[in-house]
């Protein structure tokens, strides 16, 4: 089992930064490639960042290319997503999860952990 604590969620004006955190405890984390997800009052879930297990390999959904940036530290047993020039339509709970392999996938369903959420609103 792993459990994932997301933080660094808030209110932030449009053009404003946040770092999210996602803290993992539980099995190795360094055995586990990572993302990042949001979801949007009455939309799907979707994707938005993911890293693999080294952090030598990352992509990004083209809708935040160039703003956001995931990278881990693994003797911190955490995944941060850095999120620059915010704009209104980031607003979504941001979700971490976990893949229990060494490499990322962009299709939620392929990972195995999930943590609880944080909220991100962007105001204009």
């Known amino acids: 089992q792993v459990q994932l604590v997301e933080s660094g969620g808030g209110l932030v004006q449009a053009g404003a930064s946040l770092r999210l955190s996602c803290a993992a405890s539980g099995r190795t984390f360094s055995r586990f490639a990572m993302g990042w997800f949001r979801q949007a009052p009455g939309l799907e879930r979707e994707f938005v960042a993911a890293?693999?297990?080294?952090?030598?390999?990352?992509s990004l959904a083209d809708s935040v290319k160039g703003r956001f940036t995931i990278s881990r530290d693994n003797s911190k047993n955490t995944v941060y997503l850095q999120m620059n020039s915010l704009k209104p339509e980031d607003t979504a709970v941001y979700y971490c999860?976990?893949?229990?392999?060494?490499?990322?996938?962009?299709?939620?369903?392929?990972?195995?952990?999930w943590g609880q959420g944080t909220q991100v609103t962007v105001s204009s």
């Open positions: 890293i693999s297990w080294r952090g030598s390999s990352t």
């Open positions: 999860a976990a893949r229990g392999s060494t490499y990322y996938a962009i299709d939620a369903d392929e990972y195995d952990y």
